[in-house]
């Protein structure tokens, strides 16, 4: 073949080589999309030795589960650890009896046993799924993945680039270190040690030159509040946490805390070997480098906004809560045990929960009515305030200017105070925590009901 025709062939096979797709199991389960095992695997994140992970189907990324918005899905979970787990899909408004959580909405997965997950996303957009048991070994190990909920219309990028963001807890050799320690879990959590993105460390992507491309990332660490900028200028906000907002914006720098999301569109330089950069601070996360023949783009598609009920803010009754810890608690005791119930939602910690003992709801909200959420922040160290089941809205904050805009997690500075609005349209008892995940194992986590 002469030049022209390999670089065609060349162009598309390194764009669809560079993006991570569903593994399905090698029998799956008739009537079922995807089928999901976790189990035990070896997988290479470090230079020099194997880690013993924990993974979907295998391997680490996790597959990435494409579903269409507005058809259903079906999807089975078979586990295969010596533990209990579920899944739980974060950001997708979905029934309660579908959203991974165990004992509140549904029973949890035994060793051995498989649980059938089937629901109808009704957002397009950039999700996760994790499980929502023993959450940090099962998270710090491994088991985090993208899902992906394409538009009922394709809205026509060149390139859908998907990046889960993970620092790993592992040594040179691959061996694991602390996934978390008492006296980080009660100030910003405990950081992992390899910065990589879908396993690797600092990796190329190859798009089409000149192609409209869409980059999304997906913050799917335990711990790490990542701020994404790049030196480039031309790259564009084009949706947060999954939803579209209605006016793209250039990116300047985005903090996104654990649970987070973020969707960047730009056209890619029109010479083959061109790069584009992102980083985390100052480190290089990725690169994209631009391969084949101009395709001659000159502006981005549109992706339509989901269908999120927008709440009545005059009759919007106002609930505040404040999250914070309990300073006179000191996470090691003077026998050498650990005091694990030290962060707080109005001055109460979340004691955990089991078949026969949950805890009263921390508010109770009536179905089809409007709510503010007054957030405080109380503390010094970032919290991504997550609520499972609903989309709403980030109205104002006392530290920043807010252009308002849906989500599912709200990322709260230091002494930060936002105000969220939403529409309670979803029945059921739905999680409600931060997203570092010792955070919430230690306290800073609870549910509301919706009834």
Same mark, same amino acid.
């Given at each position: 073949?002469d030049r022209r025709q390999f670089l065609k062939i060349s162009s598309a096979l390194a764009v669809i080589g560079s993006?991570?797709?569903?593994?399905?199991?090698?029998?799956?389960?008739?009537?079922?999309?995807?089928?999901?095992?976790?189990?035990?695997?070896?997988?290479?994140i470090a230079a020099d030795g194997d880690t013993p992970a924990w993974c979907f189907n295998g391997h680490f990324p996790?597959?990435?589960?494409?579903?269409?918005? =507005?058809?259903?899905?079906?999807?089975?979970?078979? /586990?295969?650890?010596?533990?209990? *787990?579920?899944?739980?899909?974060?950001?997708?408004r979905i029934p309660i009896e579908m959203d991974g959580v165990p004992f509140l909405s549904q029973p949890p997965i035994?060793?051995?046993?498989?649980?059938?997950?089937?629901?109808?996303?009704?957002? #397009?957009?950039?999700?996760?799924? =994790?499980?929502?048991?023993?959450?940090?070994?099962?998270?710090?190990?491994?088991?985090?993945?993208? +899902?992906?909920?394409?538009?009922?219309?394709?809205?026509? %990028?060149?390139?859908?680039?998907?990046?889960?963001?993970?620092?790993?807890?592992?040594?040179?050799?691959?061996?694991? *270190?602390?996934?978390? &320690?008492?006296?980080?879990?009660?100030?910003?959590? &405990?950081?992992?040690?390899?910065?990589?993105?879908?396993?690797?460390?600092?990796?190329?992507?190859?798009?089409?030159?000149?192609?409209?491309?869409?980059?999304?990332?997906?913050?799917?660490?335990?711990?790490? *509040?990542?701020?994404?900028?790049?030196?480039? $200028?031309?790259?564009?906000?084009?949706?947060?946490?999954? /939803?579209?907002?209605?006016?793209?914006?250039?990116?300047?720098?985005?903090?996104?805390?654990?649970?987070?999301?973020?969707?960047?569109? %730009?056209?890619?330089? /029109?010479?083959?070997?061109?790069?584009?950069?992102?980083?985390? @601070?100052?480190?290089?996360?990725? $690169?994209?480098? &631009?391969?084949?023949?101009?395709?001659?783009?000159?502006?981005?598609?549109?992706?339509?906004?989901?269908?999120?009920?927008?709440?009545?803010?005059?009759?919007?009754?106002?609930?505040?809560?404040?999250?914070?810890?309990?300073?006179?608690? /000191?996470?090691?005791?003077?026998?050498?045990?650990?005091?694990?119930?030290?962060?707080?939602?109005?001055?109460?910690?979340?004691?955990?929960?089991? #078949?026969?003992?949950?805890?009263?709801?921390?508010? *109770?909200?009536?179905?089809?009515?409007?709510?503010?959420?007054?957030?405080?922040?109380? $503390?010094?160290?970032?919290?991504?305030?997550?609520?499972?089941?609903?989309?709403? &809205?980030?109205?104002?904050?006392? @530290?920043?200017?807010?252009?308002? +805009?849906?989500?599912?997690?709200?990322?709260?500075?230091?002494?930060?105070?936002?105000?969220? #609005?939403?529409?309670?349209?979803?029945?059921?008892?739905?999680?409600?925590?931060?997203?570092?995940?010792?955070?919430?194992?230690?306290?800073?986590?609870?549910?509301?009901?919706?009834?």
């Open positions: 073949m993006l991570p797709t569903i593994t399905l199991a090698a029998s799956p389960s008739p009537g079922f999309d995807y089928e999901l095992i976790v189990a035990p695997a070896n997988v290479r996790a597959p990435v589960i494409r579903a269409k918005q =507005h058809q259903p899905v079906r999807i089975r979970v078979v /586990n295969q650890l010596d533990e209990p *787990t579920t899944i739980h899909w974060h950001g997708l035994m060793p051995g046993e498989t649980f059938d997950y089937e629901f109808t996303p009704p957002d #397009a957009g950039t999700f996760w799924y =994790h499980p929502h048991m023993n959450s940090v070994e099962q998270l710090g190990k491994g088991l985090v993945g993208a +899902f992906i909920v394409d538009e009922a219309e394709n809205p026509g %990028f060149d390139a859908d680039v998907v990046m889960g963001l993970k620092n790993w807890h592992i040594r040179d050799d691959g061996s694991f *270190t602390a996934l978390t &320690t008492p006296r980080n879990a009660f100030r910003m959590g &405990t950081p992992g040690r390899l910065m990589t993105v879908n396993g690797k460390t600092a990796p190329t992507y190859y798009i089409p030159a000149g192609g409209a491309i869409r980059a999304r990332l997906a913050n799917i660490d335990n711990t790490l *509040t990542y701020d994404i900028n790049s030196p480039q $200028t031309d790259l564009t906000i084009v949706a947060i946490d999954g /939803n579209p907002i209605a006016k793209p914006r250039p990116l300047d720098h985005h903090l996104m805390g654990p649970g987070m999301r973020l969707d960047l569109g %730009f056209i890619a330089p /029109n010479n083959a070997g061109e790069t584009v950069t992102l980083y985390h @601070k100052n480190k290089v996360l990725m $690169t994209f480098q &631009t391969i084949g023949e101009d395709k001659q783009r000159r502006e981005l598609p549109r992706l339509p906004l989901n269908p999120i009920q927008a709440p009545d803010l005059d009759t919007a009754e106002v609930i505040r809560f404040a999250f914070e810890w309990d300073a006179s608690i /000191n996470p090691i005791e003077k026998d050498g045990k650990v005091n694990y119930r030290f962060w707080t939602i109005n001055r109460t910690p979340w004691d955990g929960m089991s #078949a026969d003992n949950i805890p009263a709801p921390l508010a *109770t909200l009536e179905l089809g009515k409007s709510y503010i959420f007054e957030l405080s922040n109380l $503390t010094q160290y970032h919290h991504p305030i997550h609520l499972h089941g609903h989309t709403f &809205t980030v109205l104002q904050s006392n @530290k920043q200017t807010i252009e308002p +805009f849906h989500t599912d997690t709200v990322l709260l500075g230091q002494n930060e105070v936002a105000r969220i #609005a939403f529409v309670a349209d979803n029945p059921g008892r739905w999680m409600y925590h931060c997203h570092v995940i010792e955070h919430l194992k230690t306290g800073l986590m609870g549910y509301i009901e919706v009834v």
